[in-house]
């Protein structure tokens, strides 16, 4: 029988503030776990890099923030819970600042204040491998273990209530995003999971050296000599996770997609296919062409930092949506008619390879999905053609919020 900290920390990771990151899941079930063995020695931030995140043992945590950073975004999601969906919980869970083993506590012994974000720079997300089902990744820990310390909390459970929400939620992370049939993020990917699989498209840019001497991206202006060794097998770490978001959406509606990366794509295969484009059109050729007449498009200003471009502004919007910090990142959403008739092309571009990753987890997410389909005015079973701009907050190389800046309909 589940202890009642484990039942509890079961229905943190099924609520919306955390059951769309597996990392986060992981994070809190690991920490979860190492409370109830009562083993504070596996809790450190070397071993939850090394058994959440995948480092190697011995790691230089100094130099990797991954496990700080994703704790301090856990304690926010923790607060969340606790003031909305799970404030009617008996117990409460918090992460000491400057540790990782979490404490539970009554409720009412003391009122939960939410840690407000803490913006730093820091390493791009890494991309962790997403397993079939976390509650069968860590079991729930015995009952038993070190009784004397937990005897406040240790309730009568329900034998069968505890195995339904394992059950429940083993088949909702097996198969991905929560099931929930004709919501936006439904719509939008409705005409993707019907008839043929969909080219997904990710960008794939060109490098030039070798990683152990050096590389560099190759643009228009540099300058190479014909010796020069040319790399075109890397994309980024935000549309490597933005293709396992969407391989969860795909899975839970059991359709398929066909991967492509970009330099590999040509018009005659991809016409008369329905389109998934994900990353930069400078590193994709077939959507630089695409583009060419759209309302939003991506450049560089004389410091070489990105921006979004509006080419037909509206009333109220700016000519330009240019990031005002290292936090602050910007992203096009666009659904519009493919080249053959019938098709749709989906497209996901950042300045920044975690802009990239937003902008899908935004279609992916049902609640934001919501948002869209709002701004649009959606009727009707489809959404209609669109472009949009999001602004988002990061911290730590983690979108933690986007929102619509722009958003431009089409006939």
Not at 101 to 111: G, I, R
Request: one cysteine or more; glycine letters at 6%; a neutral charge.
């Amino acid at each position: 029988m589940a202890s009642p900290e484990w039942a509890l920390a079961q229905r943190v990771v099924a609520s919306p503030d955390l059951r769309t990151s597996p990392k986060l899941c992981k994070f809190f079930l690991y920490i979860v776990d190492c409370y109830l063995r009562d083993a504070p020695e596996d809790a450190t931030e070397q071993q939850i890099g090394v058994h959440v995140f995948h480092r190697r043992p011995g790691y230089n945590s100094s130099d990797d923030s991954i496990v700080r950073s994703q704790a301090r975004l856990l304690r926010l999601k923790l607060a969340g819970y606790f003031a909305d969906v799970g404030s009617h919980e008996e117990i409460i869970i918090e992460i000491p600042k400057g540790h990782y083993l979490p404490v539970f506590h009554p409720a009412a012994q003391k009122p939960l204040r939410p840690e407000p974000p803490v913006f730093e720079d820091s390493e791009p997300v890494s991309v962790e491998k997403v397993q079939p089902s976390l509650a069968a990744e860590i079991p729930a820990p015995a009952v038993f273990v070190k009784r004397s310390r937990k005897m406040l909390f240790l309730w009568t459970a329900i034998v069968s209530a505890g195995v339904a929400l394992g059950v429940l939620l083993g088949f909702v992370w097996g198969r991905g995003l929560p099931l929930q049939h004709n919501s936006s993020a439904d719509l939008f990917w409705k005409p993707f999971l019907k008839g043929a699989p969909p080219l997904v498209i990710y960008s794939n840019p060109l490098f030039t050296g070798r990683p152990y001497t050096g590389m560099r991206l190759v643009t228009p202006d540099l300058q190479r000599s014909p010796n020069d060794t040319v790399d075109d097998t890397y994309t980024g770490t935000g549309e490597a996770s933005a293709i396992r978001d969407l391989t969860r959406v795909f899975d839970a509606h059991h359709a398929e997609f066909i991967l492509k990366r970009s330099r590999l794509v040509t018009w005659d295969e991809a016409k008369s296919h329905n389109l998934i484009f994900i990353g930069a059109a400078s590193q994709n050729s077939a959507l630089q062409e695409l583009r060419a007449n759209s309302d939003f498009g991506i450049d560089l200003d004389n410091d070489h930092q990105g921006f979004i471009f509006n080419r037909h502004p509206r009333p109220g919007e700016p000519a330009q949506f240019k990031p005002s910090s290292a936090n602050d990142e910007y992203a096009i959403i666009a659904l519009v008619p493919g080249i053959d008739s019938g098709t749709r092309v989906a497209i996901f571009t950042g300045l920044t390879t975690n802009g990239t990753q937003a902008a899908v987890e935004f279609v992916c997410n049902p609640n934001s999905a919501q948002q869209l389909a709002k701004a649009l005015g959606k009727q009707g079973d489809a959404f209609v053609p669109f472009e949009s701009v999001l602004h988002i907050k990061m911290s730590g190389g983690v979108p933690l919020q986007a929102d619509i800046a722009a958003i431009h309909t089409h006939p």
